[in-house]
């Protein structure tokens, strides 16, 4: 069983899907799978995707797009690794991502959530760091960065944890907000992601 199981669902971004895959194979901690799920791209994604070679790569296809939250649950019963890592098929994570992520995890057991400092049209961003300033900051925005996120999958297992289907387009942010009052969360101050 690998420690992380990397979250990648892709629909439509054959301009980017690789480079965002090439950002965590490349990554210095190697233990890990990484769970691809096209979601009935239209564009050459499908292609590009099967043409990977690596045995760390889990590839799914959906003939017909379910939209993300499904793929999302689909991706959360695959997990087989400790923790679960979120990515988006059109941002790029450093080098070193989840070497840190994973320490830091490790270093604190009662975090459960743990998103980062990403980079965003050339300007990095850092979010509230503690629990408390997160859970206070949730009332207005979200401050944790879905792509740049990782999680314990004890915890998802523990309390049956799905995405949402109700919030398509905020389906974090709500997740977000139920887990602030159940777990604890954190952000680490360095930038980890390049987001587009």
């Not at 564009?43 to 889990?58: E, K, T, Y």
């Amino acid at each position: 069983m690998p420690r992380a199981s990397v979250l990648l669902p892709v629909y439509n971004t054959a301009a980017f899907v690789l480079a965002a895959i090439n950002s965590i194979l490349a990554q210095t901690y190697s233990d890990f799978e990484l769970i691809i799920i096209d979601d009935g791209s239209t564009d050459g994604s499908a292609f590009l995707i099967s043409q990977i070679a690596d045995f760390r790569v889990i590839k799914i296809f959906h003939s017909t797009n379910q939209g993300l939250v499904a793929t999302l649950n689909e991706g959360l019963n695959k997990a087989t690794g400790e923790y679960i890592v979120r990515m988006d098929s059109d941002d790029i994570s450093t080098p070193d991502r989840l070497a840190i992520q994973i320490s830091f995890m490790d270093q604190n057991p009662l975090i459960d959530v743990c998103g980062a400092a990403f980079t965003s049209g050339g300007a990095m961003k850092v979010n509230p760091a503690s629990h408390e300033e997160i859970k206070t900051w949730l009332l207005f925005h979200c401050c944790i960065c879905h792509p740049a996120t990782i999680i314990r999958n004890s915890m998802i297992r523990r309390l049956g944890i799905q995405y949402d289907r109700d919030y398509p387009h905020a389906e974090d942010y709500e997740l977000w907000n139920r887990l602030a009052f159940q777990v604890q969360m954190a952000n680490i101050p360095i930038n980890l992601l390049y987001y587009r």
